[in-house]
């Protein structure tokens, strides 16, 4: 059998930003982050090999630093909501 050619990099200086993405997409994807890792620089350079799979909201909207965690998970539960007087 022939083996695979593989390459590795070593990558610096990376944002917190990006390794926090990096690092929920792998969580959310069940993959390792280097994985993950690759599976968004296929992405970023499209590379057909590898499509798109949203799998929650969050992975479809870009999270912005003026909104904190907590206020999205509030908002979200108040939508949850239920109220009784709608379905009388």
Same mark, same amino acid.
């Given at each position: 059998m022939k083996k695979k050619s593989t390459v590795q990099y070593t990558v610096r200086d990376v944002p917190e930003e990006v390794d926090g993405l990096l690092r929920e997409s792998a969580a959310l994807e069940g993959v390792s982050l280097n994985q &993950? @890792? +690759?599976? &968004?620089?296929? /992405? *970023?350079? *499209?590379? *057909? /090999? !590898? $499509? !798109? /799979?949203?799998? @929650? +909201? /969050?992975?479809?909207?870009? $999270?912005t630093p003026k909104a904190s965690t907590a206020a999205w998970r509030a908002a979200l539960e108040e939508q949850d909501k239920i109220n009784p007087e709608d379905w009388k």
């Open positions: &993950a @890792t +690759l599976h &968004a620089l296929e /992405r *970023g350079l *499209g590379s *057909g /090999r !590898v $499509p !798109v /799979r949203y799998r @929650t +909201l /969050r992975q479809m909207v870009n $999270p």
